[in-house]
C-alpha cells in the first residue's frame, strides 16, 4: 500500500518530473545520477516534519501568503544583534515590538576566522559557527519564530566554499575527485585567458579571479575572496550535495534561502562568467526541488546586476525561478536622487518597475551588509545632459564621504579601483542621511534635516511593491561603526562599518520621542502601521508615477479598486511646490489632514501620503 505522504510526494514530483529530468539531462546526462538525487528528495522530504509539513499545505494553498501587505522584513548579523542563536530568541520581543515578521539572519554557517568574508566562506553546510550555537539551536529559533508569526530567512552561499571546506581540503591534498569539486589548472594558461573577460568583484580587496596554491602546485579559481573557491556546477556531484544542503537547512525550519551570488554558479571561458543560460537551467532546478520538497519555502535570488539582468530571474509565469530578488537597482537609484536633488533617473526606474507583472515580489530596502555599487542607468543619465559615468560616480561618492558642498554625510570607499575609478560606498542609513554629522556638531537645524531624509527614504521604501527590508540599527537611527578600522581582520573592509554591534543601550531610548532613535523609530512604527492597514500598498495594487514639474519632487501613485494613494516625496533640502493634477480631496494618512492634491507645498525632505476613496 502506497502511503498517504508517498503520494503526495509522487503529486508533487509528477508535476515537475519531465521538465526536472530533461533539464538535468541537459547538464549532467546521467541517469545513474537522476536517480540518486530522486531518491534524496525523497529521503529529505521524509525527514521535513509534520509542523513543516502543515506549513506547506497552508502555503501552497494559499500561494500570495508572501505578496500582501503586511510582510516587513529586518536582516541583522546573530552575534552583533545577540551575541548568539539563543540571544535572537530571547529578543524576539523586541522584533515584534519593531513590528517585524521576517527576519534574515546573516551567515552563521561554519566559517573560518578572519577568512571568512562575514560568513559568505562557509566550511561546513551543516553546522552552526560554534560562538553562535548549533543546529539545534537554530531549529528552535525557527520554531519559535513560526509561532510568532516570524518567517525566517537564511543565506544558501551555493557559488563557493570556504578553502576550509573538507571538499577543499581533499582537493589541496591532491584528490582528483575533490579537484574536479572546483576548478582547477595546473599552469595559468587557461586561467589567463579567463582574466581576459571575466571582471573582478573585489579589485582592490581581492584582486584577480584565481588563487596559487602552493600545496599541490595549482591554480584554482576564486571569483570572490581567494579563501572563497568557485565550486564547479559542471559536476553531478556538487549540484546534487548542494541541493541536500539547501534542503537540510529547509528542514531546520528555514522559510526563505538567500541565494547568495546566484548569477556567478555557472562559468565558461570567453564570457564574463555571469548570469549564463545555465545558471537559469540551475535555479530554475532548485525552484522545482523546492515545490517538490518543500513547497512552503521561497527563493530569494541575490542577482545584484543592472536592471535587465535581474528580471530574468522571476523566470516565467509557467517556469518560475525565484520568488523574490532584491530592487538593487531603485535602492542605488534612490541614492544618487539624495545626492543630485533631481528625481529623472528615479521616476524612469519606477515606470520600467511599474511596467513590470504585479505578480513579481522585488524585496525593497534602503541599505543591506554590502557596499552601495552605483549601478545606475547610465544612458539615460547621459540623455538627461548629467554627467559621464565615472565623473557621475565620483561625485556621488564624494558627496556621501561629506566632500561635497552642501552634503552632511557620512561614510567609506569600497573597493576604490585605481583602473576602472568604479568605487562603491559603505555606510549606514543614518550616517548617509546626516545624522552622524548632525549629532557631531549639535546642530539642532540640520539634525532635524537629517531625520526628516531619513523618514522620507523610508517612506518611499515603504511605498513600493514588495517587502520593505530594514537593515538592524536603521530603526533606531545607527551611526557608522568607524571601530572596524582598528580590527586587523576587519580593516581592510571598509563593509564593516555599516556591520557595527547593535547598540541596545540607544535602543532603550526608542521610548523616548526626544532622542534620535525615539524621533525615528516612532516615526517608522506609523508608517509600518499604515501600510499595513491600507491595502493599497499590497503588491496587486496598481502603480505609476506622475510628474510633478519640480526636479527635486516625485510623485507616485497606487491604486487597488477601492482606494488610490498619492506618494509625494521631496529630496531637496529646501521647501518645494509640487504641481500635481489630481482632482478631488485627499487624507492625509499621517496627519489626517484632509486638502486637494494638486499644489502641494512639499516641506524640505517631506513627505505625503494623500488617500482618496475611489
Ligand atoms: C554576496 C554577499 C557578500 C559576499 C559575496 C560573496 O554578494 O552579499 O557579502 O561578499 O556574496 O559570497
Not at 58 to 64: I, L, T, Y
Not at 179 to 190: I, R
Not at 281 to 309: A, D, F, H, Q, Y
Not at 578 to 600: F, M
Amino acid at each position: 500500500m502506497i502511503s498517504e505522504e508517498k503520494k503526495l510526494f509522487d503529486s508533487r514530483l509528477n508535476r515537475h518530473r519531465d521538465e526536472l529530468k530533461w533539464l538535468y539531462m541537459e547538464l549532467y546526462d546521467s541517469d545513474e545520477w537522476y536517480k540518486c538525487l530522486e531518491e534524496g528528495l525523497w529521503r529529505f522530504y521524509k525527514e521535513r516534519n509534520a509542523a513543516l509539513r502543515e506549513m506547506d499545505l497552508e502555503r501552497e494553498a494559499n500561494p500570495d501568503w508572501y505578496r500582501k501587505n503586511d510582510m516587513l522584513g529586518m536582516m541583522l548579523y546573530v552575534d552583533n544583534f545577540a551575541g548568539n542563536l539563543k540571544g535572537v530568541k530571547e529578543k524576539l520581543p523586541y522584533l515584534e515590538k519593531a513590528g517585524i515578521n521576517y527576519v534574515h539572519l546573516m551567515p552563521l554557517l561554519e566559517s573560518p576566522k578572519g577568512r571568512s568574508d562575514g560568513g559568505y566562506a562557509v566550511a561546513d553546510f551543516r553546522k552552526v559557527q560554534p560562538e553562535l550555537g548549533t543546529m539545534e539551536d537554530l531549529a528552535a529559533l525557527t520554531e519559535k519564530c513560526h509561532q510568532k508569526g516570524i518567517s525566517v530567512c537564511l543565506d544558501f552561499v551555493m557559488n563557493h566554499t570556504s578553502e576550509e571546506h573538507e571538499w577543499a581540503r581533499k582537493a589541496r591534498q591532491g584528490d582528483k575527485k575533490y579537484q574536479d569539486c572546483y576548478f582547477f589548472f595546473d599552469g595559468f594558461t587557461v586561467p589567463a585567458l579567463y582574466e581576459k573577460t571575466v571582471p573582478q568583484v573585489f579589485p582592490t580587496t581581492a584582486p584577480g579571479n584565481f588563487t596559487w596554491l602552493p600545496q599541490c602546485g595549482k591554480y584554482v579559481m576564486t571569483t570572490f575572496y581567494p579563501y572563497q573557491w568557485d565550486l564547479n556546477y559542471r559536476n553531478p556531484m556538487v549540484f546534487q550535495e548542494m541541493m541536500f544542503h539547501f534542503l537540510f537547512l529547509a528542514n531546520q525550519g528555514i522559510d526563505i534561502l538567500r541565494i547568495d551570488a546566484v548569477p556567478y554558479i555557472w562559468k565558461e571561458l570567453g564570457t564574463n562568467c555571469r548570469n549564463l543560460p545555465r545558471v537559469h537551467s540551475i535555479v530554475r532546478m532548485m525552484r522545482m526541488i523546492t515545490e517538490i520538497v518543500c513547497p512552503g519555502v521561497l527563493l530569494l535570488g541575490e542577482v545584484v546586476m543592472e536592471p535587465e539582468k535581474v528580471v530574468p530571474y522571476f523566470g516565467t509565469v509557467e517556469k518560475p525561478e525565484c520568488h523574490m530578488l532584491y530592487n538593487v537597482t531603485t535602492m542605488a537609484t534612490i541614492w544618487h536622487t539624495v545626492a543630485s536633488h533631481d528625481v529623472c533617473l528615479l521616476k524612469k526606474q519606477l515606470d520600467t518597475l511599474c511596467a513590470l507583472p504585479g505578480d513579481y515580489v522585488f524585496l525593497n530596502y534602503l541599505r543591506c551588509h554590502d557596499d552601495i555599487g552605483w549601478g545606475l542607468d547610465y544612458a539615460s543619465l547621459w540623455k538627461e545632459r548629467m554627467q559621464a559615468e565615472i565623473p557621475h560616480k565620483k561625485f556621488l561618492n564624494d558627496y556621501f564621504r561629506g566632500c561635497f558642498p552642501g552634503s552632511v554625510s557620512s561614510g567609506e570607499l569600497y573597493n576604490d579601483d585605481p583602473v576602472t575609478q568604479d568605487a562603491r560606498f559603505c555606510g549606514t542609513t543614518a550616517s548617509m542621511c546626516g545624522i552622524e554629522k548632525a549629532l557631531a556638531k549639535k546642530d539642532e537645524k540640520m539634525l532635524a534635516s537629517a531625520i526628516d531624509l531619513d523618514i522620507m527614504l523610508h517612506a518611499f521604501m515603504l511605498m513600493q511593491s514588495g517587502i520593505p527590508m530594514l537593515y538592524s540599527g536603521d530603526e533606531v537611527a545607527q551611526l557608522n561603526d568607524w571601530s572596524y578600522r582598528e580590527e586587523p581582520e576587519k580593516r581592510d573592509d571598509s563593509r564593516y562599518i555599516h556591520r557595527g554591534k547593535f547598540d541596545w543601550e540607544a535602543a532603550k531610548k526608542a521610548e523616548d520621542p526626544d532622542t534620535v532613535q525615539g524621533k525615528v523609530f516612532t516615526r517608522l512604527k506609523v508608517l509600518e502601521e499604515i501600510r499595513r492597514k491600507e491595502a493599497v500598498f499590497e503588491g496587486s495594487a496598481a502603480a505609476w508615477t506622475i510628474q510633478t514639474w519640480e526636479p527635486a519632487v516625485l510623485c507616485m501613485a497606487r491604486a487597488d479598486g477601492r482606494d488610490k494613494l498619492i506618494g509625494i516625496y521631496n529630496f531637496s533640502p529646501e521647501e518645494k511646490m509640487a504641481w500635481i493634477d489630481e482632482k478631488g480631496s485627499y487624507t492625509d494618512l499621517v496627519t489626517g489632514e484632509t486638502g486637494p492634491a494638486s499644489g502641494v507645498r512639499m516641506p524640505g525632505y517631506g513627505f505625503r501620503w494623500l488617500k482618496q476613496q475611489l
